[in-house]
């Protein structure tokens, strides 16, 4: 094995073919998120983002993006904005602990990596893994909106019908080139940030490169990844909006939001089934809403797979007690998170 650590726009037209080549292997891997595009949009705005491209018998044989934080650890690129990761790469398995320590690093963190991936297995901490869910189009909008609970339709169209007598017509746009509206957009995320009483650091638009991320790729007009900034209309103003990337594998949900003075008439989850329909008149077949236990998200999955928390120590004996500390450290978590003292957790076990 031979491993060696670029920045991703060091990578040339040969290693950006095998990247599409490897991300083409599974469906959870043609995410945007998996994307050269994404890597280098990150690495644009951070200097502590890199690419440690793995040989095996000559060959590249993975990619493993990566930021670098104190410590030599090592954490997803893009995070916290990062909602799946892993190794991109061939089907051959990869030596991950060897990997990492040629590439100089001491650990890999991760909270939302594919279990799917047979090298990750012995580093996901047990009875951490959880659904990302995702709606599959196939069969077309009127199928997939009939496959929804009773409820949930009927809810859905006396909502809109109360909107509409009350505020005005409704109208959808698929891809607003508005700046105002992605202006908009983060605004109402980062007061919806607020208001659920996170700690500071947990608002991902309070850090200005996060911000450089979202407007770059918001622009980005790529086969892997391509910026859709949606935005649903009531007597032609705007009442929810969702910013997310449209890549082989379908569309991928990343930041969606809504005016809070509308909430009564639930425009996002009005919004998910205007970009469903749009998205199926576009011959996109597929919608993924990402990992969070949300409940709009379980009423309009139709199908979900695995994610898990967990991290690859490369010094055997920090691994060992990692192993035992980690999961008392994430179930303790667990149970801060759903109380009044939530605020006190650090972000990385949000």
Partial sequence: MRVEVVRPDDLGPSEAILWTKFQQLSIPTMSPFFSLTFAKAVARARSNAFVAVIQQHGNIGAFFPFELSKGRIARPIGWPMNDIHGFLRSNEPIDVIAALRMAGLRAWTFDNALVSQPDLHAYSLRDLTFPSRYADLTNGYNSYFESRSKSVREGANRRQRALVREVGEISFEWNSSQPQHLQELVEWK????????????????????????????????????????????????????????????????????????????????MLWFELAKCAVERGVNRIDFGSGDYGYKRQLATGSFELARGAVW????????????????????????LSKWSRLLPAKYK
């Fill in 190 to 269: 980062s007061a919806q940030y607020r208001r659920t009483g996170v700690a500071g650091d947990w608002n991902v638009f309070s850090n200005p490169s996060n911000i450089q991320i979202v407007r770059e790729l918001a622009e980005a007009d790529n086969d892997d990844c391509s910026g859709v900034v949606s935005v649903l209309f009531a007597n032609e103003i705007p009442i929810a909006m969702h910013l997310g990337m449209l890549g082989p594998g379908g569309l991928t949900g990343w930041f969606p939001t809504f005016r809070t003075e509308y909430g009564r008439f639930s425009p996002g989850t």
């Fill in 314 to 337: 490369t010094n055997r004996v920090e691994s060992a007690g990692r192993k035992i500390a980690e999961p008392l450290i994430y179930g303790a978590s667990k149970r801060l998170r």
